[in-house]
C-alpha cells in the first residue's frame, strides 16, 4: 500500500495517456466530470457510479456533542455531510488486491 494521493492533475495526466485526448482536453474532460458531480450533490441528488460507488447527501440534525478535552457539552448545529458508499465490485477488487500483495 502506497501513501500516495491521486490529484486533479494525475487524473488528468491519466486520462492524457490512457485516451488520446490532448493535456488540455484531458484537462477539461476531468472538470466537467467533477463539476457535475459537485453540482449533482449540491442539489441534493444521489450520484452512482457503476461499479465504484455512490455519493449521498446526508442531513443531521442538532444534536449535542462533547468536547474532549474539557468533558463541556456544546451543541452541534444542523448539517449536511457527504457519504461514499463503495460498490461490492469496488470492495472485492481492492480485496482481491490486497489479498494478492500477501
Do not use: H, W
Not at 474532460?29 to 465504484?52: D, N, P, Q, Y
Not at 460507488?53 to 462533547?66: A, D, P, T, W
Not at 468536547?67 to 455531510?81: A, C, L
Request: charged share 30%; net charge positive; proline share 4%.
Amino acid at each position: 500500500m502506497g501513501n500516495r494521493t491521486v490529484t486533479r492533475a494525475d487524473l488528468c495526466e491519466a486520462v492524457y495517456k490512457k485516451v488520446g485526448l490532448s493535456r488540455t482536453e484531458s484537462s477539461e474532460l476531468v472538470e466537467r466530470v467533477l463539476s457535475e458531480i459537485s453540482e449533482c450533490l449540491l442539489t441534493g441528488e444521489a450520484v452512482k457510479l457503476s461499479s465504484f460507488g455512490s455519493f449521498v447527501v446526508r442531513s443531521k440534525g442538532e444534536r449535542i456533542g462533547r468536547n474532549p478535552k474539557t468533558g463541556q457539552e456544546v451543541p452541534i448545529s444542523p448539517r449536511r455531510v457527504m457519504v461514499f458508499k463503495p460498490s461490492n465490485v469496488l470492495k472485492q477488487r481492492i480485496n482481491e488486491a490486497l489479498t494478492g500483495q500477501e
